[in-house]
């Protein structure tokens, strides 16, 4: 965390560094679940003396933004929090149209923030974006799976913060986490559809060279597209499940009937069909 402290001038007051923690969490620099330096570090960062720090960090925590674990340091608190509670969660996850309009909302905002990605990004938002892109090359030779869908979310978490908006990248972020806790879909199903896994990388490959081009038309279209791509191979593999489920059936009972009455056949008049 070198480098995302500075010095406070007028060290007699906890109110600078609580603004200074406030829009490091604000701009989604610190997120849920960093670890703040020590006190003993973080003071001498923002040259402050400890009390001072102590106060400021009361300050933080009693307003949910951070927690401290005795004996295992300070941390950012969940800012994201639960977006569904449990039995809602349980409830959409019954359901096939809350997924089709999880996707459609991601649609509109991916679409937005990777245009708005292609307007904004700076040099340094351009080189996390290609080194993301090469570690999910390279997941994709070694076919990793978990990797490649870490990967899948960095990305997409990375165009969200490299469109500079702080409503959106934290309203993307909380969509993410829906993601990763397979609320809507697991994204094993689709990874595992034929050809899906070198599809999804041209789409991310089209998506991240589309916003360091500074095309926004080109990235939106991308975005979209990709979303589009997402939805359809939900739909293929659900089909796919529910195909591979009746089969199953199928030969379960075929399979009994036949323990049952070995010489018989489907006709039961011991004719073999």
């Not at 991601?106 to 996390?128: H, I, M, P, Q, V």
């Not at 595992?192 to 998506?207: F, T, Y």
């Amino acid at each position: 965390m070198d480098g995302l402290f500075t010095r406070i001038d007028h060290g007699t007051t906890a109110d600078e560094a609580v603004r200074q923690i406030e829009f490091l969490l604000l701009d989604g620099v610190l997120s849920s679940g960093d670890r703040l330096p020590g006190e003993r570090e973080l003071a001498e960062r923002l040259d402050i003396s400890r009390p001072v720090l102590r106060d400021a960090l009361k300050e933080l925590e009693s307003r949910g933004l951070i927690v401290s674990r005795h004996g295992g340091g300070t941390y950012v608190a969940d800012l994201i929090g639960q977006v569904f509670s449990k039995p809602v969660a349980e409830l959409v996850a019954r359901h096939e149209r809350p997924t089709r309009d999880y996707l459609e909302y991601r649609r509109e905002l991916e679409g937005y923030a990777a245009a708005l990605a292609a307007r904004r990004a700076t040099a340094a938002d351009r080189t996390r974006i290609q080194g993301i892109i090469g570690r999910l090359r390279d997941a994709h030779e070694r076919g990793d799976f978990q990797a490649e869908t870490d990967g899948d979310i960095d990305l997409h978490n990375a165009v969200g913060e490299a469109a500079h908006n702080i409503i959106l990248m934290h309203t993307l972020r909380a969509c993410y986490k829906l993601l990763a806790e397979g609320i809507f879909f697991h994204r094993r199903l689709i990874l595992d559809l034929p050809g899906s896994r070198a599809n999804i990388l041209a789409q991310h490959v089209g998506i991240a060279e589309a916003v360091l081009s500074g095309d926004p038309g080109a990235a939106r279209r991308a975005a979209e597209m990709h979303i589009d791509y997402v939805a359809d191979a939900v739909e293929e593999a659900r089909r796919t499940l529910e195909r591979e489920a009746v089969a199953n059936l199928r030969k379960t009972q075929w399979e009994t009937m036949r323990a049952a009455s070995p010489q018989t056949g489907r006709n039961g008049k011991g004719n073999r069909t």
